[in-house]
């Protein structure tokens, strides 16, 4: 069996026919046996993966910095040449 197919522990909303309705408890064991499943998925990347995926984030973030820094630059000198620059 394939492991993202379900296992017959998901409880169908609505109360079909046929369908059993998990208690309180049996709803939080059924919790925990999923969560439980979906960090088994969970692939911890090689030290050369990490420090690629930290340069992207941090060179994504400068662009972002930048590209704020620069609307904020226009949108100020805008508003000088709208209003006046107080003196």
């Known amino acids: ?4 197919e379900p296992r ?3 409880v169908a909303a609505g109360g079909a026919a046929g ?3 998990l208690g309180f408890f049996g709803r939080i064991a059924l919790f925990f046996r999923q969560v439980i499943g979906e960090l088994r998925k969970v692939v911890t990347p090689t030290r050369k993966e990490l420090f690629k995926f930290t340069a992207v984030v ?3 973030v400068i ?3 930048a590209f704020v820094y620069g609307l904020d630059t226009v949108f100020s000198w805008l508003t ?3 209003f ?3 003196q």
């Open 1 to 4: 069996m394939d492991q993202d």
């Open 8 to 10: 017959g522990e998901i």
């Open 19 to 21: 369908v059993k309705r």
């Open 58 to 60: 941090l060179v994504f």
């Open 63 to 65: 662009i972002v910095m």
């Open 80 to 82: 000088a040449q709208v």
């Open 84 to 86: 006046g620059v107080p």
